[in-house]
């Protein structure tokens, strides 16, 4: 019972602010998502991976063990859902990329951060950092045939990235109101990726349901016992471990389906793998976590 009640006090919070996101919608009310995405993944993601980062007390070998863990992990299971979307004779361009690709982001982030405090936090954000960087390369150049290393290096979460791991790793601080400053604008990335998912969610037009669940589950499966295989091989400690499994596991990504819907992929097979794998996540998250906690 105190398991169960620790889970519904780490995912009620975020579940009730993307269920505002679709309630928001549902009334007509106006909600510019592409504007609300830009100024949290230009601004206030960035800030808090930043303050996240340089606060967080990981030391030099747990990072670099998260690190190989994060990239062994999404080495193995872009492998494994390339060889099941090929048996199951699904399109590759379509299906893959949100197979391999969480959402680390809107759901990652609060849930490491509810569930394990400011250490998870700091452990989330490097997966989500490195599968930024995979997804703005190898991602794009899946769905599209033309992504461009170049694309990442302008992004200002990988340098918020890079540059808070620097802090982090040489024990750097910034002035008070500098980090006090950085810390505001970061807190709100999460309650906007939150409630920004909810209005995108609401919008989608799904197709393909039951091919949906069926893939959804699977994603879920491979993905836990993929990233809790690997920790294990690495030897994470609880937390870190916890937080991989959390962060490779989570439901396919709404920016699957705008990359989707760009590039030319089939976007109503991928608005269907979004809605299904996120509204299974209500209960496949839960259950992640009483595993992990």
Known sequence: MAVLI????VVAPVFILALIGV????LGYEYRVQFVTRLSMTIGVPALIFV????????RTTLFDTIWATCSAYLLVTIVFFVLVKVAKLDVQTYLAPLIFGNTGNLGLPLALFAF???GMGYAVVVFALMGIYSFT??????????SPLKVIKEPMVGATLLGGLFMLQGWSTPIWLTNTLTLVGQMAIPLMLITLGVALARLTPENILRGVVLAVVKVVVCVGIAYGVGRFFELSPIALAVLVLQVSTPVAVTSYLLAEKYGADSGEVAGLVVVSTLLSVATIPLTLAFLL
Do not use: A
């Open 6 to 9: 620790t889970v519904l006090q």
């Open 23 to 26: 309630i928001w919608v549902r």
């Open 52 to 59: 996240s980062l340089m606060k967080t007390q990981i030391d």
């Open 117 to 119: 405090g400011e250490v």
């Open 138 to 147: 190898f991602g794009i150049w899946l769905v599209s045939g033309g992504g």
